[in-house]
């Protein structure tokens, strides 16, 4: 099926690639800005969520549903980054106590 | 069926950008999470339903329906991984925070009177080691 999309869809898949991009762009703005670790995690969390949004908006584009493949490992592999974010995050709450520790 | 399609596309990027507005707006990283894991999550939600629909054989509404249950498995999960760790790593927050719950539960049964809120802010970090 490789035929053009009818004017009320195309102009859809448009306007949400739109939309999308400024949500990632405002995360990103979030990303450079947040005053905290959690908080640029947080804000990558909230892009890549958007980024499968995007691939599935972009395979309904293409009429390729092989992409939706990709956003359902994007989500997998999204959760285990968060995870391993913490996971530090946490580690480096524990650290400064261990090394006064071990200085003295 | 296109129109069914347009409308859920449209709504879901839409959840998408109330979340990113909301992580932006949102004075504090607990109320940035609450915005970022909810909206956005409902909002991919749409977009795969859109993406189920458009393409309606029966491998691509299974996957589409397999990213919607991880996303609605991972995000809470995800959201209170990264809620714990910010609490452990004292991120400060928000001044007009009425209860701290897990302050609370940890300070045992007493009860937090209101002159004691000012200590709720806990801006200040652990001091350089070095």
Known sequence: ?104 | MSIAVALLLIIGSLFGLLGAVGVVRMPDLFTRLQASTKAGTLGVGFIMIASAMHFADVGTVVRSLLVILFLFLTAPVAAHIIARAAYSVKVPIWDRTDIDELRLAREGDRHADPSERAGLKRGEHHEATD
């Open chain 1, 1 to 104: 099926m490789n035929g053009e999309h009818d004017a009320i869809l195309s102009f859809a898949l448009a306007a949400s690639m739109i939309i999308i991009v400024t949500a990632v762009g405002l995360a990103t703005l979030r990303l450079l800005r947040g005053p905290t670790l959690p908080d640029r995690v947080v804000a990558l969390d909230l892009i890549g969520t958007i980024a499968v949004g995007a691939i599935a908006v972009y395979a309904i584009t293409e009429h390729k549903p092989v992409y939706l493949n990709v956003s359902m490992v994007l989500a997998l592999l999204m959760f285990i980054g968060t995870v391993a974010f913490a996971y530090y995050m946490h580690k480096g709450a524990a650290a400064p106590d261990e090394r006064k520790e071990d200085r003295s």
